[in-house]
């Protein structure tokens, strides 16, 4: 659904707002539907130092949990990128678990390599490269790291 535009718009606008109260009370059984796995990632706003939380779609590469800043394909980074940039110690929190990780931007081979695999798991990464293309925004590929023994 989030493929297109309005669905695009659905996903950052209600999900959202939603999926973090729906996947807290039902301790990750319950969100919006999109067929995706999500993770709660709580982060530190670069400014504000306000905690905030934002459900992302994820994917795990060994320990690492990799989220993609494609805001749809919007001509900006999502607002939580700019906050791991200047805060990257984060939390995030799926399925009743949760943990302290650690964020970086992927570059060179391990960004293509991470990129390749999230557009397997969704076709849609594409079209969103290719509207912030338009804008001459590259669609960053963030890596966490745990900090947890767990």
Known sequence: MA??????WVALNVANKVDPYLMRASRGRLKLPSGS???LLTHTGAKSGKRRTTPLVYFTDGPNVVLIASQTG???HPGWLHNLRANPAVELWAGGRGGHYRAREAEGEERE???RLAT????GYDDYQRRADAAGRRIPVVVC???DSD
């Open 113 to 115: 390599r991470l990129w």
């Open 145 to 147: 790291e745990p900090l």
């Open 3 to 8: 493929k297109g535009r309005f669905g695009g």
């Open 37 to 39: 796995p999500t993770v």
């Open 120 to 123: 397997q798991l969704y076709p």
């Open 74 to 76: 919007k001509p900006k």
